[in-house]
C-alpha cells in the first residue's frame, strides 16, 4: 500500500509541476501582452499627437488659403464692377452720339421734302 501511495504521490507531484510550469509559462504570456499593450498604448498617443498637429496645421494653411482666396476675390469682383461701369459710360456715349448723328440726319432729310422724305408711320 506503501509503494501504491508513494506512486500516486509521484503522479501528483508530476501533475503539481506541470500545472505550476503552465502558470508560470500563463503569467509569463500575460506580462509580454501587457508589455506590448503598453508599448502599443505609448506609440498609439505619439500617432494622435502627430495627427492633432498635421491637423492644426492643415487648418491654419485653409484658413490662409480662404482669406487670400476671399481677397483676391473681393479684389476682381471690384475692377469688374468699375470696368463694366466703364463701358457702360463709353456704349452710352456712343449711343448718344448716335442719335444725335440720327436726328441731324432726320432734320437735313426732312429739309428735302420732295423725293428724300422719311415717315416713320407704316402706309
Request: glycine residues 0%.
Amino acid at each position: 500500500m506503501a509503494i501504491l501511495l508513494e506512486d500516486m504521490q509521484s503522479k501528483f507531484d508530476l501533475i503539481l509541476e506541470g500545472h505550476a510550469a503552465l502558470n508560470h509559462k500563463i503569467e509569463s504570456t500575460a506580462q509580454e501582452t501587457h508589455n506590448r499593450i503598453d508599448v502599443l498604448d505609448e506609440k498609439i498617443c505619439i500617432l494622435n499627437r502627430k495627427i492633432d498637429t498635421v491637423k492644426a496645421e492643415l487648418s491654419t494653411r485653409i484658413d490662409q488659403v480662404e482669406t487670400k482666396l476671399s481677397h483676391r476675390i473681393d479684389q476682381v469682383e471690384t475692377k469688374l464692377s468699375t470696368r463694366i461701369d466703364q463701358v457702360e459710360t463709353s456704349l452710352c456715349a456712343k449711343i448718344d452720339a448716335v442719335a444725335v448723328d440720327l436726328t441731324a440726319h432726320r432734320t437735313d432729310t426732312e429739309t428735302h421734302r420732295t423725293p428724300y422724305r422719311v415717315s416713320e408711320s407704316s402706309s
